[in-house]
């Protein structure tokens, strides 16, 4: 096709062209690899192996992305097009330099699909343009990075068409129902002299791998690098339970902090995921905090931690980050410039907005030329304090997340750094946690008033509620924890667990007032150094009384006890009173005799659901009782919206945009329950908070799955059987 000195000049000017494209390509790779390699070992053994199933599916299966079922239609089809299209670009390649196409059997088929292929990939790209700039989606960015990959794709499959089009104008092929589209692009083209046509050919040919090549360098410097640390990402993701935090080895005396204080003092994996995130938004969009006007978004979170490693990794390594680096300006740096910008009344739309939240993260984050990379604070001038502490650890964005991107992590190594080396948080958290460290609960109530409870709730001895030291061959420990125990809402709770549990003839006991706080509230807050302290403690008075399982009505607790007690040395089986409540109905030991009239609505407890997988044992209960009509609000199960209350949140008030159980309280009304039902006293707390704050607690009630079981195994509470109950 071309004469051979012209022949030998282009596969000349290939080799050297591509040879410094996949050259750039990969020192852009390599450069950003050292970056994160300075963050902290990772213990990488046995990842990919446990990971392989999953990653399989996550990457040729794309099911996280079909969460959002368009946008996962629209990413198959660019995904497998792209796999299918490389063949496409190296017959394209190969038959500009050698004159004959790819030695591949039923090339005319082959040719059709490559057409059709590009045909699809281009009305994906004009649907992912709509949803950016048509629908104008909050969660997706706008403005010409975003958009760049758009132009990029749209002027390679028109390469490709024009290519292949004048190709067929000079080896004078009519038209094809094998090549449709070329075809057609050739008729009008038909009178052009050999010669025009050849020139026409090289030129779109040589386009076709200048965009191909510049496609390549450009992807590691982008957002579009996930196309290849995203499968790494998934690949190493860790292997343990997503409820279980990273142990701080606090006896380690070279240590001169705790926590993330700067960017290398991320974990390897943390690092990389920073280079994996797409910018989709999905995160930021189940965001409870982003969704009602706080300054947290994850996905801006990772975005300005990934630009920090980047100008930092640079300044470190002395690696420049942008090649060729000489086509780039590396004098700036990014941070973030509030600028007096207050995230204060809320001014949503809708039960939840993060419109807000968007833009002031848009607006915040800025280059300057004044400061250099290490000069900058990774807490103030990265990240606030007000998006720290914004987190309720609901891990929403993680299970939203196509790249396995673990956002709640570093949150919390954050606020470890914070808490433990300097000594700063919010005053309503501080005072909590101090109340737990003196008195084993948040409120501050005598540590020896824990077992009150029983009395309260019990005056006259009708229920049994022994201790480990009445009942010592219990088979089953009641961890009634620090709600339970304490508060007032949650003790009716506890007092309608323990009539079912006697009723169903099960052998259990309590600890009492050697019972203390599990510790989640200040391993979520960032206070390591007390939750280990209360792990040892109780795991010791575990051990004293020959523990074997334990059931707890609260899914933090839960949570604590069976994913992150383990690692300190406890040997137990650990149950959440749903699951236990379930068991027991299966096998007939309760029976839901009553009927109970009821429209409820069931919220899922984050650490019971995203953390745990527990979603269908507490809606089996609610199906157990007749005249029970359950009812699923719009966000629920995986994708159910947080209470507002988790990641010590529940002992500290919101001062920005609006409150989190309002919202999800108004989404439970929207299904016009007569009871929002949830199996967390957390998650209670909030909603009911949420019903009287819209005027509803007289025509909706709150209660707890084990409350509605209870009327229905004992019928309804007579008045002389209510108990006052009271701190």
Same mark, same amino acid.
């Given at each position: 096709?071309?004469?051979?000195?012209?022949?030998?000049?282009?596969?000349?000017?290939?080799?050297?062209?591509?040879g410094?494209?996949?050259y750039?390509?990969?020192?852009?790779v390599?450069?950003?690899?050292?970056?994160?390699?300075?963050?902290?070992?990772?213990?990488?053994?046995?990842?990919a192996?446990?990971?392989?199933?999953?990653?399989?599916?996550?990457v040729?299966?794309?099911?996280? /992305?079909?969460?959002d079922?368009?946008?996962?239609?629209?990413?198959?089809?660019?995904?497998?097009?792209?796999?299918?299209?490389?063949?496409?670009?190296?017959?394209?390649?190969?038959?500009?330099?050698?004159?004959?196409p790819?030695?591949?059997?039923?090339?005319?088929a082959?040719?059709?699909?490559?057409?059709?292929?590009?045909?699809?990939?281009l009305?994906?790209m004009?649907?992912?343009a709509?949803?950016?700039?048509?629908? !104008?989606?909050e969660?997706?960015?706008?403005?010409?990075?975003?958009?760049?990959?758009?132009?990029?794709?749209? *002027?390679?499959?028109?390469?490709?068409?024009?290519?292949?089009?004048?190709d067929?104008?000079v080896?004078?092929?009519?038209?094809?129902?094998?090549?449709?589209?070329?075809?057609l692009?050739?008729?009008?083209?038909?009178?052009?002299?050999?010669?025009?046509?050849?020139a026409?050919?090289?030129?779109?040919?040589?386009?076709? /791998?200048?965009?191909?090549?510049?496609?390549?360098?450009?992807?590691?410097?982008? !957002?579009?690098f996930?196309?290849?640390?995203?499968?790494?990402n /998934?690949?190493?993701?860790?292997?343990?339970?997503?409820?279980?935090?990273? !142990? /701080?080895?606090?006896?380690?005396?070279?240590?001169?902090?705790?926590?993330?204080?700067?960017?290398?003092?991320?974990?390897q994996?943390?690092?990389?995921?920073? #280079?994996?995130?797409?910018?989709?938004?999905?995160?930021?969009n189940?965001?409870?905090?982003?969704?009602?006007?706080?300054?947290?978004?994850?996905?801006?979170?990772? &975005?300005?931690?990934?630009?920090?490693?980047?100008?930092?990794?640079?300044?470190?390594?002395?690696?420049? =980050?942008w090649?060729?680096?000489?086509?780039?300006?590396?004098?700036?740096?990014?941070?973030?410039?509030?600028?007096?910008?207050?995230?204060?009344?809320?001014?949503?739309?809708?039960?939840?907005?993060?419109?807000?939240?968007? @833009?002031?993260?848009? %607006?915040?984050?800025?280059?300057?030329?004044? @400061?250099?990379?290490?000069?900058?604070?990774?807490?103030?001038?990265?990240?606030? $304090?007000?998006?720290?502490?914004?987190?309720?650890?609901?891990?929403?964005?993680?299970?939203?997340? =196509?790249?396995a991107?673990?956002?709640?992590?570093?949150?919390?190594?954050?606020?470890?750094?914070?808490?433990?080396?300097?000594?700063?948080?919010?005053?309503?958290?501080?005072?909590?946690?101090?109340?737990?460290?003196?008195?084993?609960?948040?409120?501050?109530?005598?540590r020896?008033? @824990?077992?009150?409870?029983?009395?309260?709730?019990?005056p006259?001895?009708?229920?049994?509620?022994?201790t480990?030291? $009445?009942?010592?061959?219990?088979?089953?420990?009641?961890?009634?924890?620090?709600?339970?125990?304490?508060?007032n809402?949650?003790?009716?709770?506890?007092?309608?667990?323990?009539?079912?549990?006697?009723e169903?003839?099960?052998?259990? %006991?309590?600890?009492?007032?050697?019972?203390?706080?599990?510790?989640?509230?200040?391993?979520?807050?960032?206070?390591?150094?007390?939750?280990?302290?209360?792990?040892?403690?109780?795991?010791?008075?575990?051990?004293?009384?020959?523990?074997?399982?334990?059931?707890?009505?609260?899914?933090?607790?839960?949570?604590?006890?069976?994913?992150?007690?383990p690692?300190?040395?406890?040997?137990?089986?650990?149950?959440?009173?749903?699951?236990?409540?379930?068991?027991?109905i299966?096998?007939?030991?309760?029976?839901?005799?009553?009927?109970?009239?009821?429209?409820?609505?069931?919220?899922? *407890?984050? #650490?019971?659901?995203?953390?745990?997988? &527990?979603?269908?044992?507490?809606?089996?209960?609610?199906r157990?009782?007749?005249?029970?009509?359950?009812?699923?609000?719009?966000r629920?199960?995986?994708?159910?919206m947080?209470?507002?209350?988790?990641?010590?949140?529940?002992w500290?008030?919101?001062?920005?945009?609006? @409150?989190?159980?309002?919202?999800?309280?108004?989404?439970?009304l929207?299904?016009?329950p007569?009871?929002?039902? *949830?199996?967390c006293?957390?998650?209670?707390?909030?909603?009911?908070?949420g019903?009287?704050?819209?005027? %509803? $607690?007289?025509?909706?009630?709150?209660?707890?799955?084990?409350?509605?079981?209870?009327? %229905?195994?004992?019928? =309804?509470?007579? *008045?002389?059987?209510?108990?006052?109950?009271?701190?």
């Open positions: 096709m071309v004469p051979m000195p012209g022949a030998i000049v282009q596969l000349v000017l290939f080799l050297a062209v591509t410094l494209g996949v750039w390509f990969a020192k852009a390599i450069h950003r690899y050292m970056y994160v390699k300075l963050g902290q070992p990772v213990d990488w053994s046995g990842r192996k446990h990971n392989l199933r999953e990653f399989a599916v996550q040729f299966g794309q099911t996280k /992305l079909l969460k079922k368009k946008s996962g239609l629209m990413h198959i089809v660019i995904f497998y097009g792209f796999i299918i299209l490389q063949l496409g670009a190296l017959d394209i390649i190969y038959k500009g330099l050698s004159g004959q790819l030695p591949i059997p039923g090339y005319a082959f040719e059709l699909l490559q057409e059709t292929t590009v045909a699809l990939v009305v994906a004009g649907y992912a709509y949803r950016r700039y048509g629908e !104008k989606l969660r997706l960015k706008r403005g010409w990075k975003p958009s760049i990959v758009v132009f990029f794709i749209f *002027s390679l499959m028109l390469s490709v068409l024009l290519t292949m089009a004048f067929r104008l080896e004078g092929e009519g038209q094809s129902p094998y090549a449709p589209i070329s075809s692009i050739a008729v009008p083209l038909a009178g052009l002299s050999r010669g025009v046509a050849e026409l050919y090289v030129t779109f040919w040589w386009a076709h /791998l200048l965009i191909l090549l510049a496609f390549l360098v450009y992807v590691p410097q982008s !957002k579009h996930h196309l290849l640390s995203a499968p790494v /998934l690949l190493l993701r860790r292997t343990e339970s997503p409820g279980r935090l990273r !142990k /701080l080895d606090l006896e380690d005396e070279e240590a001169e902090s705790f926590g993330a204080g700067k960017v290398e003092d991320f974990t994996k943390q690092l990389l995921d920073l #280079y994996a995130c797409v910018e989709c938004g999905r995160c930021t189940v965001c409870p905090a982003a969704g009602t006007g706080k300054w947290l978004s994850p996905m801006h979170m990772i &975005v300005k931690l990934r630009d920090h490693l980047t100008d930092k990794g640079a300044a470190v390594t002395s690696r420049s =980050p090649i060729p680096a000489f086509a780039f300006s590396t004098a700036s740096t990014h941070g973030m410039q509030t600028g007096g910008q207050e995230l204060g009344a809320w001014q949503g739309e809708g039960m939840t907005d993060i419109g807000p939240t968007m @833009r002031a993260q848009a %607006a915040s984050w800025q280059t300057t030329a004044n @400061r250099a990379p290490g000069e900058l604070e990774l807490i103030g001038d990265v990240m606030s $304090e007000a998006e720290i502490w914004a987190c309720t650890t609901c891990r929403n964005c993680e299970d939203q997340c =196509p790249v991107n673990e956002h709640v992590d570093k949150i919390v190594d954050m606020r470890r750094y914070l808490v433990l080396t300097q000594g700063s948080m919010p005053h309503d958290g501080q005072r909590a946690l101090q109340n737990i460290e003196r008195q084993g609960n948040p409120w501050g109530i005598s020896s008033d @824990r077992a009150k409870w029983v009395q309260e709730i019990d006259e001895g009708v229920l049994h509620v022994p480990v030291k $009445e009942n010592p061959e219990f088979d089953i420990l009641l961890f009634v924890g620090s709600m339970g125990s304490y508060d809402r949650s003790r009716k709770i506890t007092r309608s667990l323990v009539r079912l549990m006697n169903a003839g099960v052998n259990f %006991a309590i600890l009492g007032n050697e019972e203390k706080n599990s510790g989640d509230t200040p391993r979520r807050m960032g206070n390591e150094f007390l939750f280990q302290q209360l792990c040892e403690e109780n795991i010791g008075t575990f051990q004293k009384y020959n523990v074997r399982k334990i059931v707890t009505a609260c899914p933090h607790t839960y949570n604590t006890l069976k994913n992150e007690y690692e300190f040395g406890l040997e137990a089986e650990v149950l959440h009173h749903s699951e236990l409540l379930d068991e027991l299966r096998a007939e030991r309760l029976v839901p005799r009553h009927e109970v009239q009821e429209r409820i609505t069931y919220h899922d *407890s984050c #650490y019971l659901g995203r953390y745990n997988g &527990v979603y269908d044992q507490p809606r089996n209960i609610l157990a009782i007749r005249g029970v009509t359950l009812l699923e609000m719009e629920s199960r995986e994708n159910g947080c209470c507002g209350a988790g990641g010590g949140m529940m500290m008030e919101e001062t920005a945009g609006k @409150r989190v159980n309002l919202a999800r309280t108004e989404q439970a929207a299904t016009k007569s009871v929002i039902s *949830s199996a006293p957390y998650c209670l707390t909030m909603m009911e908070d019903t009287k704050l819209l005027e %509803a $607690e007289e025509a909706v009630q709150t209660r707890d799955i084990a409350e509605i079981l209870e009327l %229905a195994v004992f019928g =309804p509470v007579k *008045s002389d059987d209510k108990q006052p109950v009271s701190v």
